[in-house]
């Protein structure tokens, strides 16, 4: 076999995509004032703590909700939690 007969077979390091349903931004909040803020964080929680310290006390008018999961993907908003909620902060700590 020649070099010219010879068939090379390589595989692409991207790996195969899955489709993602994309949504656009929301607007921004013109103000925080009596919001309902929820904080959704995946991964290893200690990082979390000193944040939802930090930002009850930096943003005390604002309603905090807060789901924590161990696992890389975040817990879903209910329907009424998704009726609720004026803001969503995914942090992903690992």
């Not at 993602?20 to 964080?41: E, M, N």
């Not at 879903?76 to 009726?83: F, H, I, R, V, Y």
């Amino acid at each position: 076999m020649t070099e010219k007969d010879k068939v090379y077979r390589f595989l692409n390091p991207k790996g195969n995509e899955l489709p993602v349903q994309t949504y656009p931004l929301a607007q921004r909040l013109d103000t925080l004032d009596g919001k309902t803020i929820h904080l959704s964080i995946t991964g290893e929680p200690d990082i979390a703590i000193p944040l939802e310290k930090k930002l009850r006390a930096k943003y005390p008018s604002v309603h905090w909700t807060m789901k924590k999961s161990y696992m890389p993907n975040p817990l879903p908003l209910t329907d009424e939690e998704m009726k609720t909620t004026d803001a969503v902060i995914l942090g992903v700590c690992w």
